[in-house]
């Protein structure tokens, strides 16, 4: 079966469960982390090599297909070479985990402005930098709170009630 028909049955699988990414247990994020941390490394070297551009294009799909496969390749060689698998189960494994790692990546980077920052800015530096702050966007939302239950409130939203708040109040008490 064609991994990128897999993806989508995958996801919807996991959205009608219920289950979040950090629910689906210690090996799905260390494929992640594994394949978030190798595209970084890819995507690093490029910046370092003075390749801005096409990293910006990479993400926005304006890439030559040849640039685009080759840092493919280099992804998923690395994620091989990380991960110790062999054989089709690894083929399958990075087949659908860099697609995933690199989608969450390119929501974090339009959520961050990622994309404009580096077109702006052109120092090697910073773009590191910001690469840095994309990863950092990208784990957050891949593995949210790691199961403690916690969650991001806008500053606008209201404070939800405690459950000692919400016993006190009640008219029986």
Do not use: C, Y
């Amino acid at each position: 079966m064609n991994t990128s028909a897999l993806l989508p049955r995958l996801l919807q699988a996991a959205k009608s469960t219920g289950m979040t990414a950090w629910q689906t247990g210690q090996l799905f994020r260390r494929a992640v982390a594994t394949a978030l941390t190798a595209v970084h490394d890819v995507l690093q070297a490029e910046v370092q090599k003075g390749n801005m551009q096409l990293v910006s294009d990479f993400f926005t799909s304006k890439a030559l297909p040849a640039a685009r496969a080759l840092l493919l390749e280099r992804m998923a060689a690395r994620v091989l070479v990380r991960l110790g698998l062999r054989g089709v189960l690894a083929s399958n494994v990075v087949g659908w985990v860099i697609p995933l790692v690199l989608e969450q990546l390119i929501q974090a980077g339009h959520k961050t402005g990622f994309f404009h920052k580096v077109q702006n800015n052109t120092t090697v530096l910073d773009a590191l930098s910001r690469l840095d702050e994309l990863k950092q966007a990208a784990w957050k939302r891949l593995v949210p709170d790691a199961g403690s239950g916690a969650e991001v409130l806008p500053d606008d939203a209201p404070a939800p009630l405690l459950l000692s708040e919400s016993t006190s109040n009640s008219p029986t008490a």
